[in-house]
């Protein structure tokens, strides 16, 4: 499995960005498809964006369209979430979560369907 670290949380008011990163251990990066989760206290983790494993699909949550952007760099083993317009309600813990597949263009969006996960990052929206 892959060992994925993430980093760039904090607190930030609302209406401001934050770019998460999670880098990757190996050197199979590349096979993996990439995606971030959150989960708030007291609440269940939830999908916030997924990229494929060459970058070309992503697929975002409807809350998150428009104002996230999800971004890999397969070279820096490293991949991102640039996060505009944050609302307080967007507060949580984000996890960066990895996925072996064999089909470039395959992206899960679902918790289930990833099998590394990192520690996570808190992110905190002021209002």
């Known amino acids: 499995q892959v060992q994925l670290v993430e980093s760039g949380g904090g607190l930030v008011q609302a209406g401001g960005s934050l770019r998460l990163s999670c880098a990757a251990s190996?050197?199979?990066?590349?096979?993996?498809?990439m995606g971030w989760f959150r989960q708030a206290p007291g609440k269940e983790r939830e999908f916030v964006a997924a990229?494929?494993?060459?970058?070309?699909?992503?697929y975002y949550a409807d809350s998150v369209k428009g104002r996230f952007t999800i971004s890999r760099d397969n070279a820096k083993n490293t991949v991102y979430l640039q996060m505009n317009s944050l609302k307080p309600e967007e507060t949580a813990f984000y996890y960066c979560a990895a996925r072996w597949v064999i089909t470039l263009a395959y992206t899960p969006k679902s918790s289930g369907e990833f099998d590394s996960w990192g520690q996570g990052t808190q992110v905190t929206v002021s209002s």
């Open positions: 990229i494929s494993r060459d970058g070309e699909n992503s």
């Open positions: 190996g050197r199979t990066f590349s096979r993996y498809a």
